[in-house]
């Protein structure tokens, strides 16, 4: 190489004084397409000592070179690139070890091989905002509904904002080496659209699954997640900001504007509603029902004038009545008479005279009958309210119809409770919930007795 040959990497040079040579630096776009472009490497390089280096407002310049000395940040002396970054407005006399006489630079050249032996570059970044950037699902994200409990394919939709933050200069060096280090690398430009492509892949690689963590944490279905758009966008926001600090972007809004299902997934959902909808109404229903009948037989009695348990002795005597026996069974028979009699008007005279004709014919017994049956240990349960002397086996008097079992008993034995008793005193069997009318055992969960009918 002639010791005035022009250099390709450097910027030419012309005049007398050309040889003693000092670069001006800066970049700044004339047209849209530069504008669009986020890094953009300086097309020179090896720049002569003291060259000047201009930095915008909206930019920042990364400077390497690997100069045995220098004032670098990272300058450590051993020879290895170094690494400055500016941040602009600023402009900066550069030390970069080449001469700025062109004859002294080309002999140094050639014992390199026409390289320079203190290689620099700078690369242009560019800070400004970028907003309104849309971004979207490509397919469907399967997620569970935490409320229907079903797989749906959401699919979501949005904008998102970013830009290279220089406004802590500490953080602004770190935050461009990481962005040139791990996205730019080595190309001469590095455009907007470019960094748009990445941002979204980024986006769409974490944002299904913190979408789906947040829906279930939240317990937000989708038929309501559209209320909630503003704190899904928030939350993920956050999420997504600590993933793109390590790429030194910083991301300055993220938000939905829709989220939503497939027509068959959202037909499945409202199925599922109204089908539960129904089944309530229909248990509703049901019990309205029964409540309704209860009300009404209620309503019934008590215009007839007898209550339940009465109502039960009606069923007891029509069973004694229809029953065929012989005279051993004329008792059970004159008891469902008596009942009916005891009763008054709504069995009618002529039922209630033939109970006092068979009741009398059944009392009418004999002194040495009565003194037989004394002699037997025959015992006999005498009622409360008309003192008609009954079978102790009886549960009604045969004369009024009134219960004669007033005291609690045991389901196993029949024996007499005490109240609060546990255990039988007899027999020993535990003891669960009972009649407090006929001391019989109560079903779980029942609000009359079986037996006679009590409301518990």
Known sequence: MALFDKNPKEQPHSGILGSFSVDTIKWEPENDREAAIIVHKHIYEDFPNGSYL????????????NMSAGGSLDADGSGQAQVSTFVGPCKIKLETGDSRFAPFRNIAHTLTGGESAFHSTIYFVNTTY????????HAPIVVQDPE??????VRAFGLFGVHIDQTDPADAVINARRFLHKIVGTRADFTRDELISFMRAKILEYVPDLLAKSMIEQKIGILKISAHLSDFSQIIQEKLSAHFAEFGLTLDNFSFSNINAPDEDLAAINEMKIQRKRDQLEAEGSAAKMDIESAARARMREREGYTYQQ???????Q???????????LMGAGMGL???????????TGMSAIAQNTIGNMQAVPANSQQASTANNQQTTVCSACQTANPASAKFCIHCGQTLINEKRCPECGSVIVDGAKFCLNCGKKLSQVCAHCGKELVSGAKFCLECGNPV
């Open 319 to 329: 069973s004694a009545a229809s029953n065929e026996g012989t005279a051993a069974t």
């Open 338 to 348: 008596g009942m009916g009699f005891g009763v008054g008007g709504a069995v009618g």
């Open 311 to 317: 109502e039960q002795s009606f069923q007891v005597m």
């Open 130 to 137: 970028m907003n309104e950037l849309s971004w979207g699902t």
């Open 54 to 65: 201009i930095v915008g407002p909206s930019q920042m310049a990364v400077f390497t070179n």
């Open 148 to 153: 229907e409990d079903i797989n749906v394919h």
